[in-house]
């Protein structure tokens, strides 16, 4: 009983994609705008995310990629089909809200877009692929975030009750996993995209992230809690952006330093887990003379509403440093500052994030011993350069990058009793990068002819690392 020797029968195998940067069609079948068709291509990207935007209007000579984004829209059948070829157990995917209601505020939803999603999860099980299925992925409506200024609003969570009691009710029996907010730790860092929240000068930045912190929290709660109610079998998780902080110095206060920026991670999880926020954070606001604005029952639907399991990305760790005046190279990482590590042996990525495969069995251990709860590793995975030469490509970094963190995956499981359920890298077929914009960070098994620009046929090739995961699924992760 207490000996494991390779990954679980059930293990979930399979591969991540969310709407916005896979979906295209922004302006058929009903859609509406979302916030993230705002987020152009090139320079002022990254401020935008970070709550900086200047205007509700597009720009003439800006490119948007989320409008195209891959057109999953168009293309799902051949996808899942090809998801199914490599032997896809479960398929992450996101539902764009304002697919279903355009502005979020409507009575009634987009029978279109309801009708799109119930025919992509259809297919997917006509091919024996479970969804796992994120209600926001960096998307909501454009209107909520000119009337309510996103999540900062009260208003947004009435509104995304209504929007995820809909989904719900109508993916009853076709949805089995759920999750509600996509890193929704990434709203520190990145308040307009993960919460659509234009950072307003002449207000206190804490105070605005806070309380669309909040929202969230306790709408993440309520989709717990209709999940739960209309489905005793489905499950629902919460997602953080992951990855070990380490100390750059054995100093205590670089000890310390990575002790909390780790927990300030965990604050999401410990609130969606616990049901309650944690003594450390109401401290943390005291001292800012922050106030959490509870209202009507929000503190019991917290605490009567937690996640059934943990679901997490992870790209790599990091590294912190307390002291400012040592000199230590700064490194490029998703989202969070880090330094570089100088202990690593991978060569860094094309994109200069740093690679560190044991990192990943540390991550899914302080998940474990912290929760208890089934882990679920819902992104991972290196975005590089390839070429399409001949209908082929070569792409054995993939392949490299994604053998040493399912080995890491593997000790956690065998040697560490770490109960995952699963694993799904990120961008499975190629998709539009997040903090780029651009098209040739490739993430996936599956290559899709589109340039930076959206230029493109859009047609699929299957690259050298396809039939390598379909090895590694076919074998349950023993072929490597
Ligand atoms: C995660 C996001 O932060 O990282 C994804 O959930 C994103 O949406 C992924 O695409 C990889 O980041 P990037 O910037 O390389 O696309």
Request: proline share 4%; glycine share 8%; with cysteine.
């Amino acid at each position: 009983k207490n000996i494991r020797i390779g990954f679980p029968s059930e293990f979930l195998w399979g591969g991540a994609t969310s709407a916005n940067q896979c979906e295209g069609s922004y302006n058929v079948g009903g859609r509406g705008i979302g916030h993230i068709d705002l987020l152009p291509q090139g320079e002022t990207r990254w401020s935008i995310m970070q709550g900086y935007l200047d205007s509700f209007e597009p720009k003439e000579n800006l490119h948007y990629p989320s409008r195209h984004g891959i057109e999953f829209y168009k293309h799902y059948k051949e996808d899942i089909s090809l998801l199914s070829e490599m032997g896809f157990k479960v398929f992450r995917m996101s539902i764009s809200w304002s697919r279903i209601y355009p502005t979020g505020e409507e009575d009634t939803p987009n029978e279109e877009g309801l009708q799109f999603y119930e025919n992509v999860f259809k297919e997917c099980h006509k091919h024996g692929i479970e969804p796992l299925v994120t209600m926001t992925h960096y998307d909501i409506p454009l209107e909520l975030v000119k009337k309510y200024n996103g999540w900062e609003g009260r208003k947004t969570l009435h509104c995304f009750k209504k929007y995820v009691s809909t989904i719900v009710k109508r993916y009853k029996g076709l949805v089995k996993y759920w999750l509600t907010f996509n890193e929704i730790n990434c709203v520190t860092a990145l308040p307009y995209t993960a919460a659509g929240v234009v950072l307003d000068k002449s207000k206190n930045r804490d105070t605005q992230i806070y309380t669309a912190v909040h929202h969230e929290l306790v709408a993440s709660a309520w989709a717990v809690k209709y999940v739960h109610e209309s489905d005793f079998e489905s499950k629902v998780g919460c997602m953080l952006a992951a990855g070990v902080s380490y100390p750059y110095r054995c100093a205590p206060e670089d000890i310390w330093l990575a002790y909390t920026t780790d927990r300030n991670k965990y604050f999401f999880s410990d609130v969606m887990s616990y049901g309650k926020y944690p003594n450390y954070k109401l401290r943390e606001f005291g001292q800012m003379g922050f106030e959490i604005p509870f209202l009507e029952n929000d503190e019991e639907v917290l605490k009567d509403n937690t996640v059934d399991f943990i679901s997490f990305s992870y790209y790599s760790s990091h590294i912190v440093c307390a002291d400012t005046d040592i000199i230590a190279e700064k490194a490029e990482g998703n989202v969070f500052p880090t330094l570089r590590n100088p202990y690593l042996k991978e060569k860094e990525t094309a994109w200069k994030w740093q690679i560190d495969a044991q990192g990943l069995r540390t991550t899914l251990n302080m998940f474990y011993d912290r929760y208890h709860k089934p882990l679920f590793i819902v992104e991972n995975g290196v975005g590089g350069i390839d070429n399409l030469d001949n209908g082929k490509v070569h792409d054995e970094y993939h392949e490299h990058y994604l053998r040493e963190h399912i080995k890491a995956m593997k000790e956690a499981i065998v040697l560490d009793g770490v109960d995952l359920m699963g694993y799904t890298p990120w961008g499975c077929i190629d998709l539009v990068s997040a903090s780029t914009g651009q098209m040739k960070k490739r993430y996936g098994f599956i290559y899709v002819d589109v340039d930076d620009n959206g230029n493109g046929t859009y047609k699929r090739y299957k690259k050298d690392s396809f039939y390598w995961y379909k090895k590694v699924i076919e074998s349950n992760g023993e072929v490597l």
